[in-house]
């Protein structure tokens, strides 16, 4: 238990310093003109206040990843809550606050965008490939898994189909319908309902008779699988996730100032980083390895929500302890859409001032997703957890360079961007689902040969960005309510 209570004044006090630091770094403008004022269309572009932001912005990011990721990734043992602190930390909500604040000063721009700005076009056809499937993957893992947990929760008295063609209608509304009119107005109580949960679950663990395991670096998992670089994998909501660079970019279209970015960017990274905790504990906690894989094996990680909650809580608090679960995938789910719809729209360059013109993007979209869901989840999740990480290394480049061309101190970006791209490269490598089956050591070998190659580039094309002053932030012209 000692060491869950470290873990989270950690993750605390790193908001008011290294999360600080960053910020510093960065360097917000508090009078420069916010897209939400300078791009203000009513739909996408609306002026929000800091606190309804920071809900949307954590309830965006906080899908079933910081609940299924650190239950599965319980199974290594807690060397898990290293990765989930450290990861958040120095990685994650860097990832977080960078992708936010560099959106934020070129007018709500989505990561393909960036990514053609700071990395070259290939990178921008590249980004926008990955980002789209990342969003078409995690919009029907947010569809399944809270459909999933629904359906175990009311003994499934009502069709599984029928539950998930309802997310999907709302999932249609929220995408197609301005921001503030859905989703600005029912996600406080969204919020409600996943914070009370989240606390019950930490709450009741703390004072049962389960114990917390302490800190260890010994892999546990009883399969065996390495930490390096599956665990990096595993677990990425609540540590480190590209997912977050598809919806920062949605609340940079409705902040009101630059400086409120560290509260909304990097603050909520960290609140998510605290559900990931809660989560690994109790998994940790009331389960064994082998039970644990048994019950992931048989259901997915939604049947371990279930028993945790019901275990810990009974079965009123249980039920609402689910309910938080149901709250988080849906609450991604939706922005998961809308920000694919933003990302298309962007790149075909068509107006979504019209409902009609978002229905002609959005629909295609659904029916993909719909059937995506027929797939089976477990290969589901293995595509989404590598397209996440790989669509993360890619946003920490753009930070990177973004620092690197305005000549600030870029190792805040550099070395987690180092770090991840190995993990990714290492897994496409070792994985025979999804990669190419090598070796263990080979694969390792191979990816770090190709992070340094990947590096030595990045390098070159930074040095010719600054050698051509590319403009990094845009240049917007001074709006009077902006203040």
């Not at 480049?397 to 805040?412: E, P």
């Amino acid at each position: 238990m000692i060491t869950f209570f470290i873990a989270v004044l950690a993750l605390v006090i790193a908001y008011f310093t290294y999360g600080k630091f960053v910020e510093k770094v960065f360097g917000p403008k508090a009078d420069r003109p916010t897209p939400a004022y300078v791009n203000k269309d009513g739909v996408d572009y609306v002026p929000m206040n800091k606190q309804k932001n920071a809900l949307i912005q954590l309830l965006n990011i906080a899908g079933t990843g910081p609940i299924f990721g650190p239950i599965m990734g319980a199974l290594y043992g807690p060397v898990a809550f290293l990765w989930i602190v450290l990861g958040a930390i120095f990685a994650g909500a860097v990832h977080d606050y960078l992708t936010g604040m560099i959106s934020l000063r070129n007018r709500g721009a989505h990561i393909p965008e960036l990514a053609g700005k700071f990395l070259g076009e290939v990178s921008r056809h590249l980004v926008n490939a990955f980002a789209l499937l990342l969003l078409l993957l995690v919009g029907t893992v947010f569809v399944t898994t809270p459909a999933s947990l629904l359906h175990n929760l009311i003994d499934g008295k009502i069709a599984l189909i029928a539950i998930i063609l309802l997310i999907f209608a709302y999932y249609l509304l929220s995408t197609i319908l301005p921001i503030d009119k859905i989703i600005g107005r029912i996600y406080p109580f969204f919020g409600a309902v996943l914070l009370v949960g989240t606390i019950g679950v930490g709450g009741a663990l703390l004072i049962s008779d389960y114990k917390i395991p302490e800190l260890s670096l010994s892999n546990w998992h009883p399969a065996d699988l390495p930490i390096f670089p599956i665990l990096f994998l595993t677990i990425t909501c609540g540590a480190l996730s590209g997912f977050h660079a598809t919806q920062s970019p949605l609340i940079s279209r409705t902040t009101q100032h630059e400086k409120q970015g560290r509260y909304i960017f990097y603050g909520m990274m960290i609140a998510e980083a605290i559900i990931a905790m809660i989560w690994a504990a109790a998994a940790m906690s009331l389960l064994d390895g082998q039970s644990l894989q048994g019950l992931i094996n048989e259901g997915t990680a939604s049947l371990v929500v279930n028993e945790v909650s019901m275990t810990l809580l009974g079965a009123v608090g249980g039920t609402i302890a689910v309910l938080g679960a149901v709250v988080l995938p849906i609450t991604s789910g939706d922005t998961a859409f809308r920000a694919a719809r933003n990302i298309i729209a962007d790149y075909i360059r068509m107006s979504q001032s019209k409902i009609a013109k978002r229905l002609v993007i959005a629909i295609p979209m659904f029916v993909v997703s719909y059937w995506l869901t027929t797939i089976d989840f477990n290969l589901l999740w293995r595509y989404f957890s590598f397209a996440n990480q790989g669509t993360a290394a890619l946003a920490l480049w753009i930070g990177t360079m973004y620092l690197f061309v305005k000549k600030k101190n870029y190792f805040i970006a550099l070395i987690p961007a180092i770090f991840i791209t190995d993990m990714v490269l290492t897994y496409i490598l070792y994985d025979s689902n999804l990669g190419f089956g090598l070796s263990y050591p080979l694969a390792h070998t191979g990816g770090i040969t190709l992070t340094i190659l990947i590096t030595a580039l990045f390098f070159w094309k930074g040095n010719k960005n600054r050698g051509e002053n590319l403009a990094v932030d845009m240049e917007v012209p001074p709006i009077n309510d902006a203040a």
